[in-house]
């Protein structure tokens, strides 16, 4: 596993930390998980297209189905 360090101003910090306590977790967890969702979350672009497609087709889709 890698590591990466990250400096913050300590009003971010302090911040961060109070969302983290919040959320029943650290700090360094919650960087980890909202790092994890931005490297996971679907392609912008790739969602519209789709959405086009779907919404462009259904009359087709329709009769396969």
């Known amino acids: 596993m890698s590591s990466v360090t990250v400096n913050l101003p300590d009003a971010e910090y ?3 930390r ?3 306590e919040q ?3 650290t700090p360094e967890e ?3 998980i909202s790092i994890d969702e931005l490297l996971t979350a679907p392609d912008e672009k790739f969602g519209r297209a789709t959405e086009y497609l779907l919404e462009k087709n259904s009359v ?3 009769r396969l189905a």
Do not use: A, H
Request: hydrophobic share 40%.
């Open 30 to 32: 919650l960087v980890r």
């Open 60 to 62: 087709l889709y329709k």
């Open 23 to 25: 959320m029943g977790t």
């Open 18 to 20: 109070e969302l983290s």
């Open 14 to 16: 302090g911040k961060l």
